[in-house]
């Protein structure tokens, strides 16, 4: 068993003084703090990558850095599964007895550390080298492209897209660490100028500074530990142009193992943490998983249902979309409001109910790298 | 002993290297599987289904249908905004690949197209046009 037993996150936005390591730095004390724990009771680290600080080993640099000796250390990659895929393996490797009490760890100053340009052109390389980025392809339009297919054969809207953003702003505007707290309009995203049509400017989740860390100990440590119940993958394909279908991704599959081995169903989960890169990430995660009908999502968040007070709680810290995304501590900050949702640590933010049971996944690439995780509050 | 008689060297393959539209040269290429039957956009010697090699080259005849369409209005480089906005799109070749390419204005999903080529600087881009207008394109050269 394991157990996520610390939780630490930054705000996210502009932080000029700031860089890889020193969010790094501050997400890990916040997290130690928050497990009750010290250095050296940290006895394996798991980090992620930096787009603005590329190391062969990044891990033992931050380990130095911080002043760790673990004795199980390396990071990970997979685009935006990244977080997710760190919790996995953080579970699988306190679960085997090579470590008790691991960091994971993530931060990057993507939006103060390099241009728009840069980081647009550096994201853009997730996509082939010889056969799409030769073709001046961007983040945005290898989603565009998914967008187009997925509305054309379900009939989500570009109105339906809308009601998500609309919904992650509002759920920010009650977290002083989001990055966009002013309340928006569905005709506002309509309205927003476009950058790779369906996909207009909010649809798409701004670019952050930022850092997020977890423990994950073998014994629940602390007093808000939280149970990992299930964590599964799968992994379809790389680029856009190698998927079989823009209709079916992998999620389904993976959130489908994951609940199964936690053995839950889909009625017992009473929250949900879904990465929402652009808004038609969001729509096609929450209809494959089966929270709502094909084609359905917006109408749903419309409806409340994804709301604060609603019956499936969703991203209450506002998301990619509004929290921000500072790269691989983007979807953590999608587990720190789990957590702290969870176990009923979020003061004015709470939601009503007890929810003992949540679901996350994430999704790197192109709708190609995910990530499903089920969570159980211990206490 | 005549020299005329003697078989070519096997290092002088009379086929001509398998260049395509991002060597420069008008041609959409494919792997197929003698095995398997999979054909294949992104060559690689093998066939990621079945794994058999060697897979045959072969050329695509450029006509397909729009799977996904899309503009890059927010380009990435002052190389790439001084065209923007590009359609961008993903075209299904009746030979069983999908590619990405450009299109011109205003494609849908569904609408048949033919691969046409348009040049950027040193950069050759396959661009999707619709099948009527291709063919009037060509009648122009």
């Known amino acids: 068993m394991s157990y996520v037993t610390g939780v630490g996150l930054t705000p996210f936005g502009r932080h000029e003084s700031k860089n890889t390591l020193s969010l790094m730095t501050d997400a890990a004390t916040a997290a130690l703090a928050d ?54 393996l953080a579970h699988l490797v306190v679960d085997s007895g090579a470590a008790d009490n691991l960091l994971v760890v993530a931060g990057e ?35 565009g492209l998914v967008a187009s297919r997925y509305m054309h054969e379900y ?132 209809e494959e998983v089966g929270l709502c009908e094909r084609g359905q999502a917006g109408a749903a968040a419309a409806s409340g249902h994804f709301s604060s007070d609603g019956a499936m709680p969703l991203n209450t810290h506002g998301g990619l979309l509004s929290y921000g995304h500072c790269g691989v501590a983007g979807a953590m900050a999608h ?45 | 002993m005549s020299t005329a008689a003697n078989p070519q060297p096997s290092g002088a393959s009379p086929e001509p290297a398998p260049f395509d539209w991002v060597d420069g040269q008008e041609a959409i290429l494919y792997e197929h599987c003698g095995a398997c039957g999979k054909a294949t956009y992104f060559r690689r010697g093998f066939c ?37 906005p590009y359609a961008m799109v993903l075209v299904d070749l009746q030979e069983g690949i999908r590619i990405l390419a450009h299109g011109v204005p205003g494609l849908a999903i569904g609408d048949a197209v033919n691969i046409g080529w348009h040049r950027l600087g040193e950069r050759l881009i396959p661009r999707a046009e619709p099948v009527a207008s291709s063919t009037q394109g060509q009648q122009k050269k």
């Open chain 1, 35 to 88: 497990a009750g724990l010290v250095r050296q009771q940290v006895d394996g680290l798991i980090c992620g990558y930096s787009t603005t600080m590329p190391h062969i080993m990044l891990s033992t640099l931050f380990a130095e850095h911080f002043g760790l000796q673990p004795r199980y250390a390396h990071a990970a990659q997979v685009g935006g599964a990244t977080g997710f895929a760190m919790i996995m």
């Open chain 1, 109 to 143: 100053n993507r939006l103060s550390g390099q241009s728009r340009d840069m980081t647009m052109q550096t994201l853009a390389q997730a996509g082939h080298a010889r056969y799409e980025v030769p073709l001046g392809p961007t983040v945005p339009a290898y989603y």
């Open chain 1, 155 to 286: 009939g989500l809207t570009e109105t339906d897209m809308a009601q998500l953003a609309v919904l992650m702003r509002q759920h920010a505007s009650g977290h002083p660490g989001a990055q966009l707290r002013d309340p928006i309009r569905v005709e506002d995203v309509l309205q927003s100028a476009p950058i790779a049509p369906p996909l207009k400017l909010m649809d798409c989740c701004p670019i952050s500074d930022g850092g997020a860390a977890f423990i994950i100990s073998r014994e629940p440590v602390s007093a808000h530990a939280l149970r990992i119940r299930g964590c599964s993958q799968m992994h379809t394909h790389q680029h856009v142009t190698g998927a079989e279908d823009l209709a079916h991704f992998g999620a389904k599959a993976s959130m489908a193992r994951a609940m199964a081995q936690a053995g839950v169903a889909l009625s017992d989960i009473g929250y949900a943490a879904f990465y929402d890169s652009f808004t038609i990430t969001l729509a096609i995660l929450l």
């Open chain 1, 335 to 379: 587990l720190a409001e789990t957590h702290v949702q969870l176990t009923r640590r979020a003061g004015s933010r709470q939601i009503p109910g007890t929810p003992s049971v949540a679901m996350l996944h994430g999704d790197g690439g192109t709708m190609s790298s995910h990530v499903s995780l089920i969570m159980e509050r211990v206490q």
């Open chain 2, 48 to 84: 990621p289904r079945c794994g058999a090699t060697p897979v045959a080259v072969r050329r695509s005849a450029g006509q397909g249908t729009v799977y996904a369409a899309t503009t890059v209005v927010r380009a990435p480089s002052p190389e790439w905004k001084a065209i923007a």
